[in-house]
T-cell receptor, first 112, second 111 residues
Framework: NAGVTQTPKFQVLKTGQSMTLQCAQDMNHNSMYWYRQDPGMGLRLIYY???????DKGEVPNGYNVSRLNKREFSLRLESAAPSQTSVYFC???????????FGDGTRLSIL | EDKVVQSPLSLVVHEGDTVTLNCSYE??????LLWYKQEKKAPTFLFMLTSSGIEKKSGRLSSILDKKELFSILNITATQTGDSAVYLCAAGLQGAQKLVFGQGTRLTINP
C-alpha cells in the first residue's frame, strides 16, 4: 500500500504565484488534514476535512484554501504565495478516533 | 489556547544511555496523547495513550500518561544511533481528532 502520497516533493515559487499541493490516500480513511512544519515550531494545522464534503479551518488557515475532491483526495491551494509560506507541508489521514493519523512524506515549498 | 510543550528541545547522549523525553499539555476536549518519531520525512507513529498510568511498551521504547498532571513521558533505554531523530508529542482532541503538536525534541545519539 502506498499510504498517503503527496505531490510534488519540492517546489520553488516566486512571490505572488499560485500553487496547488496534492494529497491522496489509499486507506479508505474518512478524515484528512494539512499541516505546515517550520523550524522550532512543530506541526501546525492549516485545514482539515473530517469527512468527504466537509472542510474546516485549523490554527493557521490564512492564505490557503482546500478542496476535498473525493474520499481519497485533499488538495491545498496557495492563491498568491508569500515568503512567509515557505515551509514543509504535510498531509495526513485518519480512519477513526481509535487510530493515529498517518502522514505523507511532505512537500518542501520555497517562496522567493 | 491549546498548547503542548516538550522538553528538552535538544538532547545529545552516548549510545547505550537511557533518555526520558517530556511532554506537557493544556488543551480543551482532550482525547489522547500521541508520540511520533520523525527522521528525514514523514512522522511515524510510536504510541497512542488514552488512559492514565498504563505504560505502553515497544521494544526499548515505553511511554506513560498522567491525565491528572497533564503530562506524558517517552523513555528509550539502551539507545542506539538509529534512535537519532526528532520526537514529536501531540494532543489529540475530541470530535474531528485534530492534533496539537509540541515543538519536538531533537535527540542525537553519538557512538
Amino acid at each position: 500500500n502506498a499510504g498517503v502520497t503527496q505531490t510534488p516533493k519540492f517546489q520553488v515559487l516566486k512571490t505572488g504565484q499560485s500553487m496547488t499541493l496534492q494529497c491522496a490516500q489509499d486507506m479508505n480513511h474518512n478524515s484528512m488534514y494539512w499541516y505546515r512544519q517550520d523550524p522550532g515550531m512543530g506541526l501546525r494545522l492549516i485545514y482539515y476535512s473530517a469527512s468527504e464534503g466537509t472542510t474546516d479551518k485549523g490554527e493557521v488557515p490564512n492564505g490557503y484554501n482546500v478542496s476535498r475532491l473525493n474520499k481519497r483526495e485533499f488538495s491545498l491551494r496557495l492563491e498568491s504565495a508569500a515568503p512567509s509560506q515557505t515551509s514543509v507541508y504535510f498531509c495526513a489521514s485518519l480512519r477513526d478516533s481509535t487510530q493515529p493519523q498517518h502522514f505523507g512524506d511532505g512537500t518542501r515549498l520555497s517562496i522567493l | 489556547e491549546d498548547k503542548v510543550v516538550q522538553s528538552p528541545l535538544s538532547l545529545v547522549v552516548h549510545e547505550g544511555d537511557t533518555v526520558t523525553l517530556n511532554c506537557s499539555y493544556e488543551v480543551t476536549n482532550f482525547r489522547s496523547l500521541l508520540w511520533y518519531k520523525q527522521e528525514k520525512k514523514a512522522p511515524t507513529f510510536l504510541f497512542m495513550l488514552t488512559s492514565s498510568g498504563i505504560e505502553k511498551k515497544s521494544g526499548r521504547l515505553s511511554s506513560i500518561l498522567d491525565k491528572k498532571e497533564l503530562f506524558s513521558i517517552l523513555n528509550i533505554t539502551a539507545t542506539q544511533t538509529g534512535d537519532s531523530a526528532v520526537y514529536l508529542c501531540a494532543a489529540g482532541l475530541q470530535g474531528a481528532q485534530k492534533l496539537v503538536f509540541g515543538q519536538g525534541t531533537r535527540l542525537t545519539i553519538n557512538p
